[in-house]
């Protein structure tokens, strides 16, 4: 099925006669009459019967001129939206991040994204996994960008990439000239980490205890920057992910772990069922190509 199918049945169902509808659509009749049969013989039944002079849509051409139409419409919609002096997108999207992403993911995709559609007001909530999950749910987001939820949920998750985590040290720290470090070598090390509410505290704590490491935890803070401010001034060590940590900060060196290393996994949250709007959807494209593009970039070229 082509859209011209889509067009001439919409235009005779219109008509109901294949004079008037040949003109609007501008074909000849005989083509128009040879479209519409092949659109029946892809259904599977007649769309139309003539009674007399008469053309007439049958119960199957009635029931489906609703969809053809709806289709129609919005193919047209997306292509004047695209043309230049199309109006382009408008409304607001919605996002809630937590603040790992709130520190150069999200301000880069909004950047891009602004750029490209200028009459499209943003809105973002920096907010813990647990509120954006509710705000969704709720119908308050548009989408949620957070780490892959540690148990069940009703959400819809799209996976990004996968991220390891590594040991943030000082310059000064007895660790910082290593090149790689082992879970089981931070056993007493000094380190500040997030509080267990978060699910990467639980991974953390499972990988520290896969390999035996029981490290003293001397401080715990919720936001990343006190911690990183807290390394970068002591030999206390932490361990976050790559992107957490801002372009250009000095005095701190990043150790990648093994065995095993810690990854989380970065993704849209999104509500089930629910047609987004094509301003969302357009941020959302932004946001994979930026994420897999900054991940990509991190991993290097092996």
Known sequence: MELRHLRYFVALADCLSFTRAAERVHVTQSTLSHQIRQLEDEVGQPLFERIGRRVVTTEAGALFLAYASRALEE??????????????????????????????????????????????????????????STRLHAGELDLGIAYRPAGPTELWFEPLYNEEMVLVVSTAHPLAGRKRIRMVELHQQRLVLVPDYFATRSLLDEC???????????????????????????????????????????????????????????????????????????????????????????????
Do not use: Y
């Not at 292509?79 to 919605?94: D, E, M, Y």
């Open 208 to 302: 520290f205890k896969a390999s035996g490491a029981e490290p003293v935890v001397v401080a715990e803070m919720s936001t990343i920057a006190p911690m990183l401010g807290l390394v970068q001034r002591t030999q206390i060590g932490s361990i976050v992910a790559t992107n957490a940590i801002p372009a250009g900060m000095s005095g701190l060196v990043m150790i990648p772990l093994e065995s095993p290393t810690p990854i989380r996994t970065p993704g849209i949250l999104w509500r089930l069922g629910v047609k987004q709007a094509p301003r969302v959807q357009s941020f959302a494209v932004i946001l994979r190509k930026t994420a897999l593009g900054n991940s990509l970039r991190q991993d290097g070229p092996g």
């Open 75 to 132: 193919v047209d919609q997306g292509i004047a939206t695209l043309k230049p002096g199309g109006g382009g997108l408008t409304g607001q999207v919605r996002i809630g991040a937590t603040h790992t992403f709130n520190i150069g993911l999200i301000p880069e995709c909004v950047a891009l994204f602004l750029a490209r559609h200028p009459t499209v007001r943003i809105r973002v909530d920096e907010l813990s996994a647990d509120e954006i």
